[in-house]
Nanobody, 125 residues
Framework: QLQASGGGSVQAGGSLRLSCAAS????????IGWFRQAPGKGREEVSCISVNDGSTAYADSVKGRFTISSDNAKNTVYLQLNSLKPEDTAVYYC????????????????????WGQGTLVTVSS
């Protein structure tokens, strides 16, 4: 089970921290990814972290602005969102897959991926 939280409304240039709390599976065996879906658009990859080795991946659109991290003691992954832009407005979802972050953008097409409920991020100009 994955529980995402931390969304909200901010002005452009602001920051938010999203959390994804995991339970019911061996956290260290999984990679945790963040995805987002804007109104009228498909779900797109944002960032991913491989829990056992800490390796990370980012979509080009968020590199340098977003930072993913994990607290393995709490089975929680965080996504720090800085320098937010109106185009970052979306529902953000976390997902877990027993794999690495290699080509995590394909998780939306795969079976066996655990998805959490979304948390809404709204950025106003």
């Amino acid at each position: 089970q994955l529980q995402a939280s931390g969304g909200g409304s901010v002005q452009a240039g602001g920051s938010l921290r999203l959390s994804c709390a995991a339970s019911g599976f061996t956290f260290d065996d999984y990679a945790i990814g963040w995805f987002r879906q804007a109104p009228g658009k498909g779900r797109e990859e944002v960032s991913c972290i491989s829990v056992n080795d800490g390796s990370t991946a980012y979509a080009d659109s968020v590199k340098g602005r977003f930072t993913i991290s994990s607290d393995n003691a709490k089975n929680t992954v965080y996504l720090q969102l800085n320098s937010l832009k109106p185009e970052d407005t979306a529902v953000y979802y976390c997902a877990a897959f027993r794999s690495s972050c290699f080509k995590f953008r394909l998780w939306v097409f795969l079976e066996g991926v655990y998805w959490g409920q979304g948390t809404l991020v709204t950025v106003s100009s």
